[in-house]
């Protein structure tokens, strides 16, 4: 057998096409090309300031400190050039989303799948008052000898598993969608640690407006 690289696949740097000289029969490649997200936490909101449990169900806009910190990720991030930028609905990933975009006045595009976490009847409680009332079902979430703590919530919420599943959803329909090889996803905290866990398993929690990059 021997590989022949097309034109096309040869600017791309990835091989494209294996044919086989003794059975004439042509196989596409399993390569593809890879594309990266820039992958942040909004801005802080009162909510955050307020330690409100503050998920898919609750939408607070950013505040004064939190346009604050999404103008330096601007910054930060202004090398990279990002042609667009994805976001959930949610009015603080949103705006986060439109302050990043304009270094580069790049679209900001509202993808479903990005939004937080739902913490069903958790939802606009004191983080302190949850841990109390849901101490043990927390406690199994946390405990990673837990067999199912993926599939462990409180009542009403979003598990691990259908949260992380439903964010990677996106994701791939981000990559499938975007004619580029770089973009920017605004996105929750909740939602990033999942995300985080499941591609580099290993857990991260994120402040307002950080970040991390990844392949998909």
Do not use: W
């Not at 909004?42 to 909510?47: I, N, R």
């Not at 791939?172 to 969608?177: F, N, R, T």
Request: with cysteine; hydrophobic share 40%.
């Amino acid at each position: 057998m021997f590989i022949i690289i097309c034109k096309t696949c040869l600017d791309k740097k990835f091989v494209c096409c294996v044919f086989c000289k003794n059975c004439y029969v042509f196989f596409e490649c399993l390569n593809e090309v890879k594309m990266k997200l820039i992958i942040f936490r909004h801005g802080e909101t009162d909510g955050n300031v307020k330690n409100i449990v503050q998920g898919a169900g609750i939408d607070c806009p950013l505040n004064e400190t939190g346009k604050k910190q999404a103008a330096l990720l601007r910054d930060r991030l202004a090398s990279e050039k990002l042609p667009a930028v994805y976001c959930s609905h949610l009015c603080r990933a949103r705006e986060t989303a439109e302050i990043v975009a304009s270094s580069n006045h790049a679209p900001v595009i509202e993808r479903d799948g990005l939004e937080e976490v739902h913490y069903g009847i958790a939802e606009g409680m004191l983080s302190a008052e949850a841990h109390v009332k849901f101490a043990a079902v927390l406690e199994a979430i946390n405990d990673k000898s837990t067999p199912d703590r993926f599939d462990v919530s409180i009542p009403g919420a979003e598990t691990i598993r259908g949260s992380t599943e439903r964010g990677l959803n996106a994701l791939m329909k981000i990559k499938a969608d975007c004619p580029y090889p770089v973009a920017g996803v605004a996105t929750h905290g909740a939602l990033m640690f999942n995300l985080y866990y499941h591609f580099f398993k290993t857990e991260r929690r994120f402040a307002n407006c950080e970040y991390f990059e990844v392949e998909v």
